[in-house]
């Protein structure tokens, strides 16, 4: 299969008519391919956006409103190819892309729909004097860059409200997992979403979506990915004073009081550690337990995850899919290594993972849990971002504390206690911008989500995206004398 580029509302191939080999995850084999764009392609996604916006910027709240629900309306109408074809591209299981990226992927899109008839901005009346209004305008042509490892749910996260707001796209999902975006423009073909609108280009971030950030017609860019590569795109964009929204990577601390709902949090923790094969940006991949109930957790834990069998993704029972990249595997099998040298022991897992049949030479990792680190070693400090777990006794909260605040990211945090006052005293100290307490992922779209530290710069979600989006204008109206 061959995809396209979608640019002012057609599918086109790339202008030096190079492709990059698309694989499934679970075999290890090319089953596609996808354009290898530049900065050439990306010029004219630039010029459809730029006339698109005349159009699309002043056509009203509700109109939007109405195209967002479409789409929408759209994903559910091919509800059960989605989900096949995130499954398939990502490695991931097909119960969680039809539990969770598929259904995510259309609220997105409904949330925002209804969001910005409900966005509203400020007045400030000056008595006897004047009266301020905040005019809130859309930017313009705004690039939306996202990775792989929730390929359609982070991708429509990002464009939902950007068009909500009135701007035009040019988006680029990650080159690893480019098949939902794809079939995303198949949907704005299907019902003839206005063209120009949304431009999908398809390539490498080093190429693509570099000249994206580059492009001086660009006036702001909402990326999620890897720390490092925000910084890349922070380097470019930050001199040219564009708009930067920036979502990266994460090392959660999971902090285990002995006072905790101890069932619920067993339960909890195994989904944390290994829910998408660790590969969701919230995972809690360090987990701190206190002492009297450490060994008690240790062999429960232990004894949970070893029923975690990796197996084909695409069958309807398999809870643990392959990992999305050869490289990745590798990196993450190297973080095991790491761990041993720095002293670790390996309870369970810590190894490549050969299903029967059909996934023979995928990639996949068995479930890992590590103990026997100190909190500050390299492997507690870095991001794994794969099924690797390590486990960590703890006496204080201070101590905890000063554990869970040690690393340079603060994205997210979970907290196990039924102890009032230490939750908040708790959630006041952690350095980061989400925290659970007694529960892992809970969502709603309306609260702020971002981290602080090396996690990120500013908060997507309601209508603090909304805000991102769109730029204030003051207007003052003098009525005095
Ligand atoms: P990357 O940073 O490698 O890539 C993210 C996106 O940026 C991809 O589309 C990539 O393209 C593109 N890209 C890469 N280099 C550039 C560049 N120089 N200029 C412009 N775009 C570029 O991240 P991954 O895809 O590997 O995703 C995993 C990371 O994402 C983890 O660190 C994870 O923590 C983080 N993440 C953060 C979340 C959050 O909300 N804070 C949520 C989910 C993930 P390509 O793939 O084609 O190279």
């Known amino acids: 299969m061959l995809i396209q580029n979608y640019i002012n509302g057609a599918f086109v191939a790339p202008v030096r008519g190079m492709y990059i080999d698309n694989f499934e995850p679970a075999t290890g084999e090319v089953y596609s391919q996808i354009p290898d764009s530049d900065e050439e392609d990306v010029a004219l996604a630039v010029e459809a956006a730029e006339t698109a916006f005349a159009e699309w910027s002043v056509c009203g709240a509700e109109t939007r409103s109405l195209w967002l629900e479409k789409l929408a309306e759209g994903i559910r109408k091919h509800f059960d190819m989605f989900a096949e074809a995130e499954s398939k591209d990502n490695g991931k299981p097909i119960s969680l892309a039809q539990r969770v990226d598929i259904p995510r992927a259309i609220s997105n899109f409904e949330f925002y729909a ?5 966005f509203s901005s400020n007045a400030h009346y000056m008595e006897n004097k004047a009266i301020n209004y905040t005019l809130r305008q859309p930017l313009g042509i705004v690039g939306c860059i996202s990775p792989w490892n929730l390929p ?17 796209v040019i988006a680029k999902p990650s080159e690893i997992t480019p098949m939902t975006a794809y ?4 949907v704005c073909d299907e019902i003839s979403f206005p063209k120009g609108v949304l431009n999908i ?6 190429n693509a979506g570099q000249a994206i950030v580059a492009h001086p017609k660009v006036k702001a860019i909402s990326f999620t990915g890897g720390t490092s590569t925000g ?5 470019i964009a930050a001199p040219v004073f564009k708009k930067l929204s920036l979502e990266l990577g994460g090392k959660n601390p999971n902090i285990i009081f002995a006072d905790c709902d101890y069932e619920k949090m067993l339960q909890t923790t195994v989904q944390s550690s290994f829910a998408n094969q660790g590969q969701i940006c919230l995972c809690g991949s360090r987990i701190f337990v206190e002492r009297p109930i450490y060994e008690k957790f240790k062999k429960d834990f232990v004894e949970r995850v070893k029923q975690l069998i990796p197996a084909d993704p695409n069958k309807k029972e398999t809870k643990i899919g392959a990992v999305v990249s050869a490289s990745h595997m590798e990196k993450v099998l190297s973080y095991v290594e790491l761990a041993k040298e720095e002293g670790g022991v390996v309870l369970v897992g810590g190894y490549r993972y050969n299903p029967e049949g059909r996934c ?3 990639w996949f990792i068995a479930p890992t849990v590590i103990e026997g680190l100190s909190a500050f070693c390299r492997t507690n400090q870095e991001e794994i971002f794969g099924p ?9 909260e201070e101590e905890v504390l ?5 690393t340079k990211y603060g994205l997210a945090a979970i907290l196990w206690t039924n102890h009032l006052a230490r939750s908040q005293r708790m959630a006041q100290h952690l350095h980061c911008g989400i925290i659970w307490v007694n529960c892992w992922l809970i969502r709603d779209l309306r609260t702020p989500f971002g981290g602080v530290k090396s996690s990120g710069v500013g908060r997507e979600g309601g209508f603090d995206a909304l805000e991102f989006f769109t730029e204030p204008k003051n207007v003052c109206i003098y009525y005095g004398e």
Request: no cysteine.
């Open 201 to 206: 280009v398809h390539g490498l971030g080093t």
């Open 388 to 396: 690797v777990v390590t486990i960590m006794p703890f006496d204080t």
């Open 402 to 406: 000063s554990y869970a605040n040690s």
């Open 360 to 362: 023979a030479n995928g």
């Open 231 to 235: 910084e890349k795109i922070a380097s």
């Open 114 to 118: 209804k969001a910005i008839t409900q």
């Open 183 to 186: 079939l995303l423009s198949k």
């Open 152 to 168: 359609l749910y982070l991708f429509s996260w990002k464009i939902a409200p950007a068009l909500a707001a009135g701007n035009t």
